[in-house]
DNA sequence: TTTATTCTATACTGGTCAGTACATTATTCC
DNA sequence: GGAATAATGTACTGACCAGTATAGAATAAA
């Protein structure tokens, strides 16, 4: 008797983690970082879905009912994007000792997602999802709240060391002024810029805003 | 005789400058400033030859005739939009009296370009031509060209006024920052930020680089 | 007035696009 | 094992795309 219980309750529990019809054949966050290499290489409008099936190794109707339609697939890429590629980078920068040190070692660590040799050039955000935004209010919306999510951890890192900071700049400021360095790291990698350019910008923009 | 003479020297040079066929019909000024304003609010592939041929008055075949096609198109355009609205502003910042006040009307100027309710929001190359450039070696090569461009021109600038450079920046780190900067302003702008907030940012980059 | 030339207007083409219908297959629940 | 469920594979659809063929119209030269 408390063993039916019992098996019950543990059928409900494979229930939930199993669920009921075939399983799928391809793992979502592969499949989500195949699409991103897509998109980040292609940009968005070019990319086709024939391209996204292919590089996802889910066919089309499977992609439409695990990520909806090609907007709100790109829209799951931004966030991949940003928890997976962005976020880890800017908590070590968070972890930083003082803020010299923090920002040489957060520019070495955005290099290997802006110059490096395993992704496309530039940064999906800057360079990709800026142009569509100006078609569809949800790529905007996205591009903006992404933008304040940056400027506030970074102005939380500034804050931290604003002994540091030049005396005349707050560490909102500096924070925005890091994100548009940023920017222009990634376009200018967009244009083919050796990464021994883009370290001296780096050097410069340190530079700029140190006492 | 010699009458004769200098008629058919007259008819030469008739036929320099009215050429033989039929006249066109489009002033070739406007129709690149319409393909422009296309190009810069919708995107490049989100731009259709329909969409163009209706904005600059042009069917087809005239265009093709006249800009070769859509990416011969739009690397006119580019140019159109570097010669007309950037150009002028950055001669205006050459001849400034000192770099302060230089940068604020500087920055001032390309608002109008960036945030101004005249044109889309956002700068054509950041925004638009930066995305495509990955598809294209033609229209990377013209995004490292204007980059290149913009770099020396603003070089120059902090060079006639070094004296007010923070003294561990050179001419060069400021351009490149200056440039960062402006990348910045324009893809926030992209994004929806208000005018209030990018006048900001400008102001943060002066106290940045200025002594 | 005729001819050569150049632009214009319309209609077309082959290809690609995003998205879907339908039949099939694999799995769980009963 | 049978029913219900949820995935897969193929083939399709109507729309749109960049680019062009062809015929007609406007001009300069002869």
Redesign the interface.
């Known amino acids: 008797m408390e063993g039916k219980g019992g098996d019950r309750l543990h059928n409900l529990d494979i229930q939930r983690t199993m669920p009921r019809g075939r399983p799928r054949e391809f793992d979502t966050e592969t499949a989500l970082n195949n699409a991103m290499l897509v998109f980040w290489?292609?940009?968005?409008?070019?990319t086709s879905l024939d391209d996204l099936t292919e590089a996802m190794q889910v066919n089309k109707p499977s992609l439409y009912a695990a990520f909806g339609d090609k907007e709100s697939l790109f829209l799951q890429v931004i966030d991949f994007y940003a928890n997976n590629l962005l976020a880890p980078r800017s908590s070590r920068l968070m972890q930083a000792d003082d803020m010299r040190s923090g920002l040489e070692r957060y520019f070495a660590d955005l290099s290997e997602v802006v110059v490096g040799k395993s992704y496309?050039?530039?940064c999906l955000i800057?360079?990709?999802l800026?142009?569509?935004?100006?078609?569809s209010e949800a790529l905007?919306e996205k591009?903006?709240s992404m933008?304040k999510g940056a400027d506030e951890r970074l102005a939380k890192f500034f804050n931290t060391h604003k002994e540091e900071l030049?005396s005349?700049?707050?560490p909102k400021?500096?924070a925005?002024?890091l994100?548009?360095?940023i920017?222009?790291?990634s376009?200018?990698a967009?244009?083919?810029?050796p990464k021994r350019e883009l370290v001296?910008?780096c050097e410069?923009?340190i530079?700029?805003?140190a006492k």
Do not use: H, M, N, W
């Open positions: 290489r292609r940009g968005y409008r070019a496309p050039p530039g800057a360079c990709v800026t142009e569509e935004c100006a078609e905007k591009l903006a933008i030049k005349d700049l707050s400021q500096a925005k002024l994100l548009s360095t920017y222009g790291l376009i200018r967009r244009a083919g810029t001296e910008i410069a923009f530079k700029s805003i």
